[in-house]
């Protein structure tokens, strides 16, 4: 059974730091591309971060130079480290992991940055 377990949502004061942590199971992680999308109230999915078993990172524009995305292939984790946050970061927050053949998403936690 796979499962991706997100852990670190919160609220917190704009212009601080979170730090989200996905744990997995049930897959080869090492293999997966792995990585952050979040959904705000009335608006689409939309990625924030991932990145690839080589270590390739592809972020969005909205948070370059803020949040940070890691993996550890041992730990089978992938963090977010996420600074300088802002009102606009307000979201769900879902871990994803994904090959060429397989999707598989976290439940979601929420982070709220309050102005």
């Known amino acids: 059974q796979v499962q991706l377990v997100e852990s670190g949502g919160g609220l917190v004061q704009a212009g601080r730091s979170l730090r989200l942590s996905c744990a997995a199971s049930?897959?080869?992680?090492?293999?997966?591309?792995v990585g952050w999308y979040r959904q705000a109230p009335g608006k689409q999915r939309e990625l924030v971060a991932s990145?690839?078993?080589?270590?390739?990172?592809n972020d969005a524009d909205s948070v370059k130079g803020r949040f940070t995305i890691s993996r550890d292939n041992a730990q089978k984790t992938v963090s977010l480290q996420m600074d300088s946050l802002k009102s606009d970061d307000t979201a769900v927050y879902y871990c994803?992991?994904?090959?060429?053949?397989?999707?598989?998403w976290g439940q979601g936690t929420q982070v709220t940055v309050s102005s």
């Open positions: 994803n992991a994904r090959t060429g053949t397989a999707t598989y």
């Open positions: 049930g897959i080869p992680f090492s293999l997966y591309v």
């Open positions: 990145i690839s078993s080589r270590g390739s990172i």
